[in-house]
């Protein structure tokens, strides 16, 4: 129809260029602040790897412990055991574990880093929006590179959190550390809706293409 027509021509709403701004503006203050994280980052670990860091400078490191048995008497006076298993705890890393606060920092680079091309390419696609035609090719793929990158931030919280206990394990031997390795359908759901759009996309730009076509 009418409307119909008018999109696939290229003339984008005036209130979808609006928000696409306004987006775009949040994503790139984000950006600015993941590009100083990444600096930021990168100047830390070089700093701890070549000289000792000072006691005020703190770092805790987040991992899955199994604390030590319980136990309370119920009504009867009867003694109850508790396990208390996988407790996300915090540790404050000492000056001295120089290697330790170097790999935090570095496997949170990479996902800094990951986040950081993310945002990039959600920029890219929200200019597309804004200054030029929605369904061009470039912008399926800009939505096919998200949803992988977004599967790839997840997946690397299974290796990072894998290395990351086996090194507190071996720093701090009596710390009964451990990793779980949880089934989570959220990102799974968020790559399958974006992988749908990216398609919607990709068919949009097809039914763009045919019309261009037939005028």
């Given at each position: 129809d009418y409307r119909f027509s008018i999109i696939m021509n290229g003339s984008s709403?005036?209130?979808l260029r609006r928000l696409a701004r306004w987006v775009e503006r949040v994503l790139s203050f984000f950006l600015v602040?993941?590009?100083?994280?990444?600096?930021?980052?990168?100047?830390?670990?070089?700093?701890v790897a070549v000289a000792p860091a000072p006691p005020?400078?703190?770092?805790?490191?987040?991992?899955?412990?199994?604390?030590?048995?319980?136990?309370?008497?119920?009504?009867?006076?009867?003694?109850?055991?508790?396990?208390?298993?996988?407790?996300?705890?915090?540790?404050?890393?000492?000056?001295?574990?120089?290697?330790?606060?170097?790999?935090?920092?570095?496997?949170?680079?990479v996902k800094i880093f990951l986040g950081v091309v993310i945002i990039v390419q959600l920029r890219r696609f929200l200019r597309s929006i804004r200054l030029d035609h929605p369904f061009v090719p470039a912008n399926a793929i800009r939505l096919r590179r998200i949803a992988w990158l977004t599967l790839l931030v997840f997946g690397w919280q299974v290796p990072s959190?894998?290395?990351?206990?086996?090194e507190v394990s071996h720093a701090f031997p009596h710390?009964?550390?451990?990793?779980?390795?949880?089934?989570?359908?959220?990102?799974v759901l968020l790559l399958?809706?974006?992988?749908?759009?990216?398609?919607?996309?990709?068919?949009?730009?097809?039914?763009?293409?045919?019309?261009?076509?037939?005028v």
């Open positions: 709403s005036p209130r602040i993941g590009i100083l994280g990444l600096f930021g980052s990168v100047i830390y670990a070089v700093y005020q400078l703190t770092h805790t490191v987040r991992i899955e412990i199994d604390p030590f048995s319980h136990s309370f008497q119920d009504e009867t006076g009867a003694l109850v055991p508790v396990e208390l298993r996988h407790v996300e705890a915090e540790i404050s890393l000492p000056p001295a574990q120089r290697k330790l606060r170097v790999l935090d920092t570095a496997l949170n680079l959190r894998f290395i990351l206990a086996s710390l009964n550390s451990n990793l779980t390795l949880g089934l989570d359908l959220g990102p399958l809706i974006i992988l749908i759009i990216a398609e919607v996309f990709n068919l949009g730009v097809t039914m763009k293409n045919d019309q261009d076509l037939t």
